[in-house]
């Protein structure tokens, strides 16, 4: 394989969407860049286009009937893909079908995987178990399991966010391609030690969707008059969101703002006491690793893949029901001192260099 690869990265969102996939895609694709790498992202957007992007390539793909998208992605994966050295895919379905479709013969194939399409599509059904509480649960989706089990094998390599994910797709899917694990970025920052405001305010950052368990910290905030609650991003559950919060009486307390990003993201950093993600299951979140390397104290859903040098500092516990998230408010507000420091404490940097590199030796060993 030549020094200098040609890359296509896959994705489903890209900036100004926001979520992991976006923040991924962008950050490796300005990596590659640099390093010297051709790089192509493909991924779907409001309408067609091809567009140059600071050293590369972004191809646009326009909404629709899934069905109709997948081939127009198709389409694109095999104009700009079939002469790349790699196709790497976030997404194992949005990616993944048109990537079979496609059936691409000269470029590797990689996945990786930092979310689970069928737990993600069940929660929007309203499921509220945790990705692990539904793959044991495996009996109840038996063909969508095995159809998502012919899907990997499209691939010649899946690469996970967390060991936390990779162990549990060992135990329920079987002939899987080779693996590795790959942890996300923590970007390089200065802590900053936080002081609380009088009254706690809170942030939530991130896409509005079910398993992210807003409905529930609404609940809970009702319950607590004297704390504050920005919720910053988009999503399906915007409206459903909005509506409850004028029937729980929490306008004053409760605001939603669009996504965040560059300066005005560190000033909600700055401006808040601490970072709540109470989802069913956080297996990577980005927004916890850059909320904490910029010392925001973070209260975050035990129910996570990070590993332990990446969450350190951070507060993990029990976030799924009204009565856990109260809890784990006040003890935040109880202790903040305490986690605030812990929050402040400077961590081994985790670069998206660093990232880039150990994604470009798995490819050159492909």
């Given at each position: 394989?030549?020094?200098?690869?040609?890359?296509?990265?896959?994705?489903g969102i890209?900036?100004?969407?926001?979520?992991?996939?976006?923040?991924?895609?962008?950050?490796l694709a300005?990596?590659?860049?640099?390093?010297g790498?051709?790089?192509?992202v493909?991924?779907?957007?409001?309408?067609?286009?091809?567009?140059?992007?600071?050293?590369?390539?972004?191809?646009?793909?326009?909404?629709?009937?899934?069905?109709l998208?997948?081939?127009?992605?198709?389409?694109?994966?095999?104009?700009?893909?079939k002469?790349a050295?790699?196709v790497?895919?976030?997404?194992?379905?949005s990616?993944?079908?048109?990537l079979?479709?496609?059936?691409?013969r000269?470029?590797?194939?990689?996945?990786?995987?930092?979310?689970?399409?069928?737990?993600?599509?069940?929660?929007?059904?309203?499921?509220?178990?945790?990705?692990?509480?539904?793959?044991?649960?495996?009996?109840?989706?038996?063909?969508?399991?095995?159809?998502?089990?012919?899907l990997?094998r499209?691939?010649?390599?899946i690469v996970?966010?967390?060991?936390f994910?990779?162990h549990?797709?060992?135990?329920f899917?079987?002939?899987?391609?080779?693996?590795?694990?790959?942890?996300?970025?923590l970007?390089?920052?200065t802590?900053?030690?936080h002081?609380?405001?009088?009254s706690?305010?809170?942030?939530?950052?991130?896409r509005?969707?079910?398993?992210?368990?807003?409905?529930?910290?609404l609940?809970?905030?009702?319950?607590?008059?004297?704390?504050?609650?920005?919720?910053?991003?988009?999503?399906?559950?915007?409206?459903?969101?909005?509506?409850?919060?004028?029937?729980?009486?929490l306008?004053s307390?409760?605001?939603?703002?669009?996504?965040?990003?560059?300066q005005?993201?560190?000033?909600?950093?700055?401006?808040?006491d601490?970072l709540?993600?109470?989802?069913?299951?956080?297996?990577?979140?980005?927004?916890?690793?850059?909320?904490?390397?910029?010392?925001?104290?973070i209260?975050?859903?035990?129910?996570t893949?990070?590993?332990?040098?990446?969450?350190?500092?951070?507060?993990?516990?029990?976030?799924?029901?009204?009565?856990?998230?109260i809890?784990?408010?006040?003890?935040?507000?109880?202790?903040?001192?305490?986690?605030?420091?812990?929050?402040?404490?400077?961590?081994?940097?985790r670069s998206w260099?660093?990232?880039?590199?150990?994604?470009?030796s798995?490819?050159?060993?492909?």
């Amino acid at each position: 394989m030549s020094p200098n690869m040609h890359i296509v990265l896959a994705t489903g969102i890209y900036p100004p969407d926001i979520g992991g996939p976006a923040t991924y895609s962008h950050q490796l694709a300005k990596e590659f860049s640099v390093m010297g790498h051709t790089v192509t992202v493909v991924t779907y957007a409001a309408k067609n286009a091809v567009v140059q992007e600071n050293g590369w390539k972004v191809v646009k793909v326009a909404l629709g009937l899934p069905i109709l998208r997948w081939f127009a992605y198709a389409r694109r994966l095999k104009k700009y893909g079939k002469n790349a050295d790699i196709v790497y895919a976030f997404s194992s379905v949005s990616c993944g079908v048109p990537l079979r479709i496609a059936k691409l013969r000269t470029p590797k194939k990689i996945l990786r995987l930092g979310g689970d399409f069928l737990w993600e599509r069940a929660t929007d059904n309203g499921s509220l178990l945790t990705l692990s509480q539904w793959y044991a649960c495996e009996e109840s989706f038996r063909l969508p399991h095995f159809l998502m089990e012919r899907l990997l094998r499209t691939f010649d390599f899946i690469v996970f966010s967390t060991r936390f994910q990779q162990h549990l797709y060992a135990q329920f899917y079987n002939d899987l391609p080779p693996v590795s694990v790959i942890e996300n970025a923590l970007p390089k920052a200065t802590p900053v030690h936080h002081t609380r405001h009088e009254s706690l305010k809170l942030l939530f950052m991130g896409r509005f969707v079910r398993f992210k368990n807003l409905p529930v910290l609404l609940q809970a905030l009702h319950k607590l008059p004297h704390v504050h609650l920005t919720l910053i991003g988009d999503g399906p559950q915007a409206p459903a969101l909005q509506s409850l919060i004028h029937t729980l009486h929490l306008q004053s307390r409760v605001h939603i703002h669009p996504p965040a990003h560059g300066q005005k993201k560190l000033a909600a950093f700055a401006d808040h006491d601490a970072l709540i993600l109470p989802s069913l299951t956080e297996i990577s979140p980005n927004t916890a690793l850059e909320a904490r390397a910029h010392g925001l104290p973070i209260l975050l859903t035990q129910e996570t893949g990070l590993s332990p040098a990446l969450s350190a500092g951070m507060h993990v516990v029990k976030l799924l029901s009204v009565d856990d998230i109260i809890d784990g408010i006040r003890t935040i507000e109880t202790d903040y001192e305490s986690i605030a420091t812990a929050a402040a404490l400077s961590l081994v940097e985790r670069s998206w260099q660093t990232v880039a590199s150990e994604h470009v030796s798995l490819f050159e060993s492909l």
